[in-house]
């Protein structure tokens, strides 16, 4: 709910409808192809960036059994195979155990989906109204 907050203060928020469900989502423009938030150079311009877009490459993913999982998008410019000489990039891994970056993103993520889980309910409770 923190989030829906913060970015409410960057541009309107609308709901979707699919699935029986409302979503809130952040309206970044109205017209097809047109991204009132990111510059042509591809630097945000709002001032509060939405969490989705401070994690990537990471975001969380669910199991057979429902739990969260550490994710990432594999095809993200972010994600090497190799780390390069000479740059900042760093591995995802410290021996068998995450890296602390990692770590850091991981804990992120976890208090990004207990925000979500608190607007899901938000959004049930508004339906209902």
Not at 21 to 36: D, K, Y
Not at 77 to 87: A, D, R, S, W, Y
Not at 120 to 126: I, N
Request: with cysteine; glycine share 6%.
């Amino acid at each position: 709910m923190m989030e829906f907050m913060r970015a409410a203060s960057t541009a309107p928020i609308a709901f979707t409808y699919a699935s029986g469900t409302n979503s809130p989502v952040l309206v970044m423009g109205i017209h097809p192809g047109t991204n009132l938030l990111v510059a042509t150079s591809g630097n945000w311009l709002g001032h509060y960036v939405p969490a989705a877009y401070r994690s990537h490459p990471f975001c969380t993913a669910k199991n057979q059994n429902g739990s969260n999982l550490l994710s990432f998008f594999s095809d993200s410019e972010f994600v090497l195979n190799h780390i390069p000489p000479g740059t900042k990039a760093k591995p995802f891994f410290s021996g068998a155990d995450l890296s602390e970056e990692l770590q850091a993103t991981w804990k992120f993520l976890q208090n990004v989906e207990a925000g979500r889980l608190i607007t899901e309910r938000f959004c049930a409770s508004f339906a209902e109204l």
